[in-house]
């Protein structure tokens, strides 16, 4: 094989490597009920740091990563965390939206629907591979925001998992067959339950 196709074989390979995927050879994590959720830290939709440790002992922590802000299932999902936000304070949770996009995606996104709650901009997939989501490739999508067409790009796609970590750090809640509309609804009764088997 000569040296010159060996080189175009390696440049080849380098385009199909994407960021934030695994390697072909490392398996996916694979959290179960009961483990103890990974800590992570993101950038917010303020552009600021937000860290996971910050909920511990204090908190039940609902963890939802979602394909792409803007898009028709996600901005369903994230109005339903909005419109049942009381019902979720008065239980002692907080919501934390994560998703592929960049930051400026997800200012658009929470001005544009009034999201209530935060949103963390995990570009190169490291915090779904914690998690063991699933992540494919990016894409763009077009949007009328405040009568201007605005194209919304992102490096990678996340696959729509859910998780709910309680005050302990332990995950109670796992999804990874989310309908978008219901995630709230059953994260609310999940919560209602371990809150009545603990009293």
Known sequence: MSTLFKNSMMVFVSFLIIPGLWAADEKPVDLKVGD??????AKN????????RSTLDKQYLVVYFYPAAMTEGCTKQACSYRDNMEDLKLLGVKVVGISGDPVSNLKIFKKAHN???TLLSDEKGEIAQKFGVPVKAGGSIVQMIDNQEVTLSRELTTARWTFVIDKKGRIIYKNSSVNAEKDTREVLEVIKKDIDQTQ
């Open 45 to 52: 939709d303020l552009g600021k740091d937000w860290k996971s």
């Open 36 to 41: 103890l959720a990974p800590t992570f830290e």
């Open 115 to 117: 999201l209530n709650f």
